[in-house]
Nanobody
């Protein structure tokens, strides 16, 4: 059974940085995408970014490019979301998720992700 556990959320001031982690276990194959999504109160869950295994290709939502980046520790099946220059509008619950055997055109498709973590709260405020 695939299990994803996020960590690293918290309260940060505007302009600050946070790094979220997503530890994956129970993976049935080595071909998948680890995606990051976020959901603010009253809004739809939206794509933030993703990183692929095994080739390490990364994808970032256009509106977040330049501030958010993804990386990974392949040996530990752990992905990271580095968030810089945080703004109040980045406040949300952040989720990591897994999409098996992805293709480029499905990376941003929330419905293609079959396993989800519990989420971690990120609050950007003074």
């Amino acid at each position: 059974q695939v299990r994803l556990v996020e960590s690293g959320g918290g309260l940060v001031q505007p302009g600050g940085s946070l790094r979220l982690s997503c530890a994956a276990s129970g993976l049935p194959s080595n071909s998948y995408a680890m995606g990051w999504f976020r959901q603010a109160p009253g809004k739809e869950r939206e794509f933030v970014g993703a990183i692929r295994w095994p080739n390490g290709a990364t994808y970032v939502a256009d509106s977040l490019r330049g501030r958010f980046t993804m990386s990974r520790d392949s040996a530990k099946n752990t992905g990271f979301l580095q968030m810089n220059s945080l703004k109040s509008e980045d406040t949300a619950i952040y989720y990591c998720a897994r999409q098996p055997n992805p293709i480029t055109s499905t990376i941003r498709d929330r419905d293609r992700y079959t396993a989800w973590g519990q989420g971690t709260q990120v609050t950007v405020s003074l």
